[in-house]
């Protein structure tokens, strides 16, 4: 199994600055990597497929980069609705397997 | 819109069953492939199960893999998730989310159902 792990697991910053946040695959994902943003009680939204491609509606402050098995979600000038809970994703179409990271929360400094 | 609604959760006693039901609308959904994804109480998100556009395949995380089954109803817009043999560390909120064709990721999710496994 692929093992995703997310870096740093809290990241404390204020609205305006940059955010940089990392997952690192345990073996070579390709770039089938996405990104996905959770609030409190809400359920995920995918932000970011194929490791660098937004989501429909996602705004352009946020990209993904990476291949292989390092990846980046940046979120260029934050807004206070982007503090939350982000979890990076891999998945494998055949066989069907799919893991997600620990997750990073990005909380107001 | 899309829409997926998840119906069934509730409370249930150890090595019971519950089955659990997802209405999709606003795409075509015998086109897409399905999964169901879960997030314990204050936890991150697991993948629980996948089905085939036409039902013709199915996967399971190890961890529900002999007592979870999926399935779908292309004429009513449903996938289900029969879960027999619960146990405690299946507490979780269960989401139903619709694959995103070409990759292996997830677009759309419901608001998810909550299962509680409690004695």
């Known amino acids: 199994e692929i093992v995703l792990t997310q870096s740093p697991a809290t990241l404390s910053l204020s609205p305006g600055e940059r955010a940089t946040l990392s997952c690192r695959a345990s073996?070579?994902?390709?770039?089938?990597l996405a990104w996905y943003q959770q609030k409190p009680g809400q359920a995920p939204r995918l932000l970011i497929y194929?490791?660098?491609n937004r989501a429909t509606g996602i705004p352009a402050r946020f990209s993904g980069s990476g291949s292989g098995t390092d990846f980046t979600l940046t979120i260029s000038s934050l807004e206070p609705e982007d503090f939350a809970v982000y979890y990076c994703?891999?998945?494998?179409?055949?066989?069907?397997?799919?893991?997600f990271g620990q997750g990073t929360k990005l909380e107001i400094k | 819109q899309v829409q997926l609604v998840e119906s069934g959760g509730g409370v249930v006693q150890p090595g019971g069953s519950l089955r659990l039901s997802c209405a999709a609308s606003?795409?075509?959904?015998?086109?897409?492939?399905m999964h169901w994804v879960r997030q314990g109480p204050g936890k991150g998100l697991e993948w629980v199960a996948f089905?085939?556009?036409?039902?013709?395949?199915?996967s399971y995380a190890d961890s529900v893999k002999g007592r979870f089954t999926i399935s779908r109803d292309n004429s009513k817009n449903t996938v289900y998730l029969q879960m027999n043999s619960l146990r405690a560390e299946d507490t979780a909120l269960y989401y139903c989310?619709?694959?995103?064709?070409?990759?292996?990721?997830?677009?759309?999710w419901g608001q998810g159902t909550l299962v509680t496994v409690s004695s």
């Open positions: 989310a619709k694959d995103r064709p070409g990759s292996s990721h997830f677009d759309y």
């Open positions: 606003g795409f075509t959904f015998n086109s897409y492939d």
């Open positions: 089905i085939r556009f036409d039902g013709s395949h199915k």
């Open positions: 073996q070579s994902v390709s770039s089938h």
């Open positions: 194929d490791a660098s």
């Open positions: 994703q891999q998945g494998s179409n055949w066989p069907p397997e799919y893991t």
